[in-house]
């Protein structure tokens, strides 16, 4: 819509110095040829802002030509428009005639010859952004700059204050829609934040928490037990003989097990701020906030009961199916112990239940 306005606004202010017979003087003659030279400037200048501003090969390359043409052609057209035709040789089909070409034969060499590859690092230049950014508003600017002219010539006033509200409501329309965008990309910037930070916190094979996570969750959990006379428990499960299985079934039927006995251990936990993480390798672990021992320990032998009803086959074991053993420990900030004695302790307990024989629930001592 700026480009149909802008081309208009130009052809008005040029006919209004000319008619299709020629200049009505030489006055107007010459106020013809600065326009021209105005407008030949206009596009050389911002060819040469956008070669500047440039960033990849391909952008160079063409801005280059673009730039190398415009400059070219504003330099020569500006002495013939006022040298020539103005002067020596006001008729088309002299021989000066031929001084316009060379602004194409400068293009067409430019635009043959092959680019050399240009590798932009880092992050763009204060310059590329003013560039990228002001560059679209050059239009508006254009519409407003013949918009005053028409208006200081007192001969197309109602067309010049047209261009004048046309070139501000382009300009605000702009500025609107990229806000639009600008909220948009912020807007999936976070969004892609989120989906990264999700991802960062769980287990790509099971889903569930990983260890990153549940050090944070225990970290949380244990401040609030320090805030006040409250209980915490810890449970660490590990599947018995899971490199033995392995070894028997492969990898890809191991990842399947784990991913079964991660489900069974989720979808066995009945309360929501119970917290369940891969801890590592085969190892689970469960924080179950104001749980005390007994509590704890009755939860640990229904996963464990849910684990054996799953009826994984597993030779190498000596019950024939997967199962699980697990340790159970309790602390509360009366005793004044810290998250990681805690763990510490649950995993002690979960060695002496492999010690015992594998397939049982060992609670601290």
Known sequence: MLAIVLGYLYFALTFSWTTLQGAVS???????????????????????????????????????????????????????????????????????????????????????????????????????????????????????????????????????????????????????????????????????????????MHDGLTGLLNRRAFDEAIEREWRIVQRGDQVISLILIDIDLFKQYNDSYGHPAGDACLKLVADELQNSLLRPADTLARYGGEEFVVILPGATLAAASAVTNRLCERINQLGLPHLASPFGQVTVSAGVACSSSARGVTAESLVASADRALYDAKRNGRNRVEQAG
């Open 26 to 200: 030489a006055q107007s003659a010459t106020m013809i040829a600065y326009t021209f030279d105005l407008e030949n400037a206009f596009l050389a200048v911002t060819t040469l802002i956008r070669y500047f501003g440039s960033e990849g090969t391909s952008d160079r390359h063409l801005f280059r030509t673009l730039a190398s043409y415009a400059c070219l052609y504003a330099v020569c057209a500006a002495y013939y428009n006022h040298h020539v035709a103005l002067g020596v040789a006001p008729d088309i089909g002299s021989y000066y005639d031929v001084i316009i070409d060379a602004p194409f034969l400068l293009f067409a060499v430019v635009a043959w010859r092959s680019s050399p590859a240009v590798v932009v690092e880092g992050k763009p230049s204060l310059f590329v952004r003013f560039v990228h950014s002001g560059s679209p508003l050059l239009l508006s600017l254009s519409v407003l700059t013949l918009s005053l002219l028409l208006l200081y010539q007192r001969q197309h006033i109602n067309l010049g204050i047209i261009g004048v509200v046309v070139a501000v409501l382009g300009y605000g329309l702009r500025s609107i829609l990229s806000q639009v965008r600008h909220i948009e990309t912020e807007d999936l910037l976070r969004h892609d934040r989120s989906t990264l930070a999700e991802l960062a």
